[in-house]
């Protein structure tokens, strides 16, 4: 009997001594492993979101990317190299606004543009619309009148008012 516990004790302090040898290797293994791997990428997740949104604002007045009427965020993402939640995040803390209303936001600001650009007396609302990134003109006079508290077409009318009460004077 004795025998047999002598064996057994062999055999588990055999199987201790492996156990042990794998998890020196273990250990070795990750402590050659490089630190950096473990950290964010700061090209992915910049520490201040600021940086990235300013960035968007660049790439979006330079490219134009709000004419886009299918225009995604994950089609932002992949130009910013980041994630659609931090992009997402970055926008809200920015401008408290969603991704959405955020491109709308060039979208308005294009259609006064085009508005103050233009001379004639009636505005086609379908091509402006189209020219800006919207996919309808109802959506466009929708959002356009949520931003400046009136529709295209009276926008265009105060224009020309101003305009010709600036020559009379």
Request: proline fraction near 3%; charge should be positive.
């Amino acid at each position: 009997m004795q025998k047999n516990q002598h064996r057994g004790r062999k055999e588990v302090v055999e199987i201790m001594k492996k156990n042990i040898n794998r998890l020196v290797l273990f250990v070795r293994g990750w402590l050659l492993t490089n630190p950096a791997l473990f950290f964010k990428k700061d090209a992915a997740y910049p520490d201040n979101p600021e940086d990235i949104v300013c960035r968007l604002n660049h790439m979006m007045v330079q490219y134009e990317y709000f004419k886009n009427p299918g225009l995604t965020i994950e089609q932002l993402c992949r130009e910013t190299n980041t994630n659609r939640s931090y992009l997402s995040r970055s926008i809200f803390r920015m401008y408290g606004t969603h991704f959405c209303e955020w491109v709308n936001l060039f979208r308005v600001a294009a259609a006064k543009n085009y508005i103050k650009e233009y001379d004639g007396k009636r505005i086609d609302l379908e091509s402006l619309a189209m020219k800006c990134g919207f996919n309808s003109a109802r959506s466009f006079s929708r959002v356009f009148k949520a931003k400046e508290f009136c529709t295209p077409k009276q926008y265009h009318g105060k224009l020309r008012k101003n305009k010709r009460h600036t020559k009379n004077v």
